[in-house]
């Protein structure tokens, strides 16, 4: 065999053993599987059973949409809605004046005012702000957000300032006073937190949100702490936790902090993918606490996205998709609730919350 047929052989070979195959050329934010398996499918056109959302936010800008959504929420058997507004002053007003119109199907949550955090009055003027939301209505606070630097109300955010500052102290305290709950955001998935390379569960969707690479910042587990703090230090306050606090990839951790205080709720909202693909897990858990969780979206008012909530926790449906609303690589699967839980976790719970 000549030198050039050898040459031509050994390149032959060697490109063939480097020859990309189609994942090489897929994107992973391209990724949309289409589940193959035969297996039932359960078709949810309403909720079983009346539903209160305890966990919205102003999606709706106008009146008309504002109608859109109320014709959504008769279809699918949505009662109440809780809008999050992150707002105080003239911006909470005027969203008073869309949603107050239907004072029936919404209730209006107001922010705190967390402008001047280095002002000596910073107390004072947030609790002032709390007691004229309590005057006009407001259902209660938040969404309060704190994902390591700061907590953050809509676009206020005080910098190094986390829930168990003591500034804040009197603020948790009076809420209680007020009889109105808190809705805290505390840090965000673990996978967030976690190096983002071939070993992280959730990077499909954890590389948009990443805090890997922020030495600035308080940990997953040091906001957990804070969570703590602040509810063990007000008895007399109600928090919810919203998204399971984050603690969607150890559901114990939570387990422990609803079996130590009685003034801590969760929502459910926005972590139906990060459940669902451990549903028999996450439907004993929602069993065992039946009395402590809330229904909730923080997805829009679509109509489908409503639905594939419903399914999850209504049916025992297998191995399906909803590549709309969530971006993760593994599949979803129903939690097969019961009627008396779905009862609670829909309704009955955020009545308890909201003295109805």
């Not at 059973?49 to 106008?62: L, M, N």
Request: aromatic share 12%.
């Amino acid at each position: 065999m000549s030198f050039l047929v050898l040459a031509i052989f050994f390149v032959t070979v060697t490109l063939a053993s480097h020859a990309q195959t189609p994942a090489d050329s897929i994107l992973l934010s391209n990724y949309r599987p289409v589940a193959i398996h035969k297996v039932p499918v359960t078709h949810i056109e309403r909720a079983a059973f009346p539903v209160i959302d305890i966990h919205s936010h102003p999606y709706a800008r106008t009146l008309e949409e504002v109608d859109q959504w109320i014709e959504t929420k008769n279809r699918l058997n949505i009662e109440r809605t809780a809008i999050l507004t992150y707002s105080i002053g003239e911006r909470l007003d005027s969203l008073m004046a869309v949603y107050g119109k239907y004072p029936d199907r919404f209730d209006i949550w107001c922010g705190l005012d967390l402008r001047y955090p280095e002002d000596p009055d910073f107390t004072q003027n947030v609790i002032k702000e709390m007691e004229r939301c309590h005057a006009i209505g407001g259902k209660g606070f938040g969404e309060l957000h704190d994902k390591g630097w700061g907590l953050r109300s809509g676009t206020m955010t005080a910098h190094g300032i986390h829930p168990n500052d003591p500034r804040l102290a009197p603020v948790w305290k009076r809420a209680g006073e007020l009889g109105l709950p808190i809705n805290i955001h505390v840090a965000d998935p673990i996978w967030m937190y976690e190096p983002m390379d071939e070993t992280n569960d959730g990077l499909m969707t954890a590389w948009r949100w990443r805090l890997d690479n922020r030495d600035d910042i308080i940990g997953h587990a040091g906001l957990i702490s804070i969570l703590e703090e602040i509810v063990r230090d007000n008895p007399g306050t109600t928090f919810i936790a919203c998204h399971f606090a984050n603690l969607s990839y150890d559901l114990d951790q939570l387990g422990r902090l609803l079996d130590t205080y009685p003034n801590l709720y969760a929502d459910i909202s926005a972590r139906y993918a990060e459940t669902a693909t451990i549903p028999r897990h996450t439907a004993r858990f929602i069993t065992r606490y039946q009395d402590r969780l809330l229904y909730g979206t923080d997805m829009g008012f679509n109509q489908s996205m409503y639905r594939t909530t419903f399914r999850i926790l209504e049916t025992e449906d297998e191995h399906f998709y909803d590549h709309s609303i969530f971006g993760y690589h593994w599949t979803l699967n129903g939690f097969g609730l019961s009627n008396e839980v779905l009862q609670k976790i829909y309704r009955n719970n955020a009545l308890k919350i909201l003295n109805q």
